[in-house]
């Protein structure tokens, strides 16, 4: 049983570069979203989807781009990496608007 | 706006000892859900417990329980009997306005000392 699969789980950037962080769950889950956990700080909400075809802009948005052209897929761009993007990300997955959010096991990206 | 906030950064507790950690939430919402959240060192996030703000009893999972207080709007994790396995980062978290985007707070590192 998968549940929330990421993809890489390291990397390291430079400044400027791009990159996208995978992530797929095999729960049929409606509802996928993506965090960032910074020290100190807890996880905060990135960007989500409540339905293939359909996203929206969480707390911290600016700097990363979504897609959900499956209901199984969810990767998170970053076009032009930079220093305060160094995280570490979670994808999370739920069906529907209530119960458990699932959450991968995390990527901790760096950019120097 | 919702805001959930742990005033403990850090606790220490004896092992076989109850532990009780703290959250305070605010929120406009009639209709939202409270959560809690282990992070080990390992770093993977795991559910712990959940309370609806209709449920009138109050959450428990094994020896995981919630003690809810709508009106103080706090919704504490209490850990019976903890063990050194406890020993990691607990976060709580609350979900309102119909939808799953969870705002958590900054958590808490509870040590277990033997």
């Known amino acids: 049983n998968a549940g929330v699969t990421q993809t890489p789980k390291f990397q390291v950037l430079k400044t400027g570069q791009s990159m996208t962080l995978q992530c797929a769950q095999d729960?049929?889950?409606?509802?996928m979203s993506w965090y960032r956990q910074d020290p100190g700080m807890g996880l905060r909400l990135i960007h989500y989807?409540?339905?293939?075809?359909?996203?929206d802009q969480g707390e911290v948005p600016n700097g990363y781009n979504v897609s959900r052209s499956t209901t199984e897929d969810f990767p998170l761009r970053l076009l032009s990496a930079a220093p305060s993007q160094t995280s570490v990300y979670f994808c999370?997955?739920?069906?529907?608007?209530?119960?458990?959010?699932?959450f991968g096991e995390g990527s901790r990206l760096t950019v120097l | 706006a919702q805001k959930i906030t742990q005033t403990q950064p850090g606790m220490f507790v004896q092992e076989k000892e109850a532990v009780t950690l703290d959250c305070t939430y605010d929120t406009s919402d009639q209709s939202y859900g409270l959560f809690w959240y282990k992070q080990p060192s390992s770093g993977e996030m795991i559910f712990l417990i959940y309370?609806?703000?209709?449920?009138?009893q109050n959450a428990t999972e094994g020896r995981y329980s919630l003690n809810f207080q709508k009106a103080r709007k706090s919704a504490n994790l209490v850990i019976s009997a903890s063990q050194l396995g406890d020993s990691a980062m607990y976060f709580c978290a609350m979900r309102g306005g119909g939808a799953q985007k969870l705002v958590f707070g900054q958590g808490t590192r509870l040590t277990i000392n033997p």
């Open positions: 309370q609806g703000s209709y449920d009138e």
């Open positions: 729960m049929n889950h409606e509802y």
């Open positions: 989807s409540v339905g293939a075809g359909i996203t």
């Open positions: 999370a997955s739920a069906r529907g608007n209530t119960g458990e959010l699932f």
